[in-house]
């Protein structure tokens, strides 16, 4: 008896359908489109001046918005649980690099004139974003004015510091004095965003907020980064100084993120943004500590943590960005909310230049330096999209949209603005 051959397309039918079947499937292809769109718009972006992570964000608005134009085959994206899943551990992992950039001993010493310019680039933000949405969107609610408010509050570390490097002016005073600001205004921003956070959900769960719990709440955001810090300062070196003892490779990279995971979990089970816990997880690490793995040959852990942001922080921007519906922007009304957002966001943070004083130093620099939003705004606006009040989200489709234009707007405008004020300046000194 001679056994016929069986057809190819039937003897793949079983692993095709275990492929269908398998959710994996879906997100690993939703990656990859992720990943070729990060990479193309991020260069576009590059050649055009502007920090990567703006291509990102404007190539996941494309991508997201195709279904203008009948093709539908990539909504699957904006919902998907693994992709919202890799999303979120990429702002964790964001948050971790820029607590890294930054630590506890550069907090204490950017004086005072950083700490006025940082508290000032909080209130002033905070207020006039809380001032537009009162005058726009009166019938939101209150809630929804303070976190527009919140989402002003916070300037980008990143993409600052990314300009002032391109400038050449990384080490002046004025670079000093503002990427200290920002590091602190990142603090002041997360607790901002623990407290509005918490009454949120306090008046979703039909609670009456209060001024004593409001307080409470930022009384414990502060009192956990402080613990954080001082746990995890003890913590930190002696867990590194133990897996240094270890053969294996990566043994450093493997601690440090567990303290971010686990001090992100902390967060988390206090009430607060899991953000937060990250943030206080990469400022506790420091140089010192990694000496005896350096030492040996292995890189810093800064060099270590980076490829793991390149992989998974596009996939955060660009589903930030697909998330943005251009149909809303349509609307005279919608369009208005993102020009008045974009002029309160840029005017709040001038602000910053009253707090300025010192012989030769650009208050107008330092002013425009704390524009950028960038990741936190983004990340404030995402968990507002999260947050629901009487069964709607806090943030709308539509005012979130308003917030991604003013994002891209404060960052396109930063490069320009920060190259003619230094400019101006030295015009003015010649």
């Known amino acids: 008896?001679?056994?016929?051959?069986?057809?190819?397309?039937?003897?793949?039918?079983?692993?095709?359908?275990?492929?269908?079947?398998?959710?994996?499937?879906?997100?690993?292809?939703?990656?990859?489109?992720?990943?070729?769109?990060?990479?193309?718009?991020?260069?576009?972006?590059?050649?055009?001046?502007?920090?990567?992570?703006?291509?990102?964000?404007?190539?996941?608005?494309?991508?997201?918005?195709?279904?203008?134009?009948?093709?539908?085959?990539?909504?699957?994206?904006?919902?998907?649980?693994?992709?919202?899943?890799?999303?979120?551990?990429?702002?964790?992992?964001?948050?971790?690099?820029?607590?890294?950039?930054?630590?506890?001993?550069?907090?204490?010493?950017?004086?005072?004139?950083?700490?006025?310019?940082?508290?000032?680039?909080?209130?002033?933000?905070?207020?006039?974003?809380?001032?537009?949405?009162?005058?726009?969107?009166?019938?939101?609610?209150?809630?929804?004015?303070?976190?527009?408010?919140?989402?002003?509050?916070?300037?980008?570390?990143?993409?600052?510091?990314?300009?002032?490097?391109?400038?050449?002016?990384?080490?002046?005073?004025?670079?000093?004095?503002?990427?200290?600001?920002?590091?602190?205004?990142?603090?002041?921003?997360?607790?901002?965003?623990?407290?509005?956070?918490?009454?949120?959900?306090?008046?979703?769960?039909?609670?009456?907020?209060s001024y004593t719990s409001t307080g409470l709440i930022v009384l414990k955001a502060a009192l956990f980064l402080v613990g954080a810090i001082a746990v995890g300062g003890w913590l930190a070196p002696r867990a590194l100084r133990w897996s240094a003892r270890m053969r294996t490779r990566g043994a450093a990279l493997a601690i440090s993120l567990a303290l971010c995971f686990v001090t992100a979990w902390a967060a988390y089970l206090i009430g607060l943004a899991p953000i937060v816990g990250a943030f206080a997880a990469g400022l506790v690490l420091e140089s010192p500590h990694y000496e005896p793995f350096t030492a040996r040959g292995e890189r810093t852990i800064e060099e270590q943590v980076h490829p793991l942001v390149q992989a998974l922080v596009p996939v955060f921007f660009v589903l930030m960005g697909m998330r943005t519906d251009l149909a809303s922007l349509a609307r005279p009304e919608v369009l208005g909310l993102a020009a008045a957002l974009t002029a309160a966001a840029i005017a709040g943070k001038q602000a910053c230049s009253l707090g300025v004083w010192g012989p030769g130093l650009n208050r107008l620099a330092v002013g425009v330096g704390m524009i950028p939003r960038g990741e936190v705004g983004l990340i404030f606006a995402n968990i507002g999209l999260a947050l629901t009040l009487d069964g709607q989200p806090v943030i709308s489709v539509a005012v979130y949209s308003a917030v991604v234009v003013m994002v891209v707007a404060t960052t396109m405008a930063t490069p320009p603005a920060l190259k003619w004020s230094f400019e101006r300046k030295g015009a003015r000194t010649a």
Do not use: C
């Open 1 to 209: 008896m001679r056994l016929r051959p069986v057809p190819l397309a039937i003897a793949a039918a079983p692993l095709l359908m275990g492929a269908l079947a398998d959710p994996s499937a879906k997100v690993v292809i939703a990656v990859a489109v992720i990943y070729v769109t990060a990479l193309l718009a991020g260069e576009l972006a590059v050649r055009g001046g502007q920090p990567a992570v703006l291509g990102e964000l404007v190539g996941g608005v494309l991508i997201g918005n195709l279904h203008l134009v009948g093709v539908d085959a990539l909504e699957f994206i904006k919902a998907d649980p693994g992709v919202a899943l890799l999303a979120q551990i990429g702002v964790l992992v964001l948050l971790f690099e820029v607590g890294l950039e930054s630590t506890v001993h550069q907090m204490m010493k950017v004086g005072l004139t950083s700490l006025v310019v940082a508290v000032l680039g909080v209130i002033a933000p905070f207020a006039l974003g809380w001032a537009v949405g009162a005058w726009l969107l009166p019938g939101e609610g209150t809630l929804l004015h303070v976190f527009l408010g919140a989402t002003l509050s916070a300037t980008s570390v990143g993409i600052t510091a990314r300009v002032l490097r391109d400038l050449g002016r990384a080490g002046t005073a004025e670079a000093r004095i503002i990427l200290g600001a920002a590091v602190v205004d990142d603090v002041l921003g997360l607790m901002i965003l623990a407290a509005v956070t918490e009454v949120i959900v306090a008046a979703g769960a039909g609670r009456t907020p």
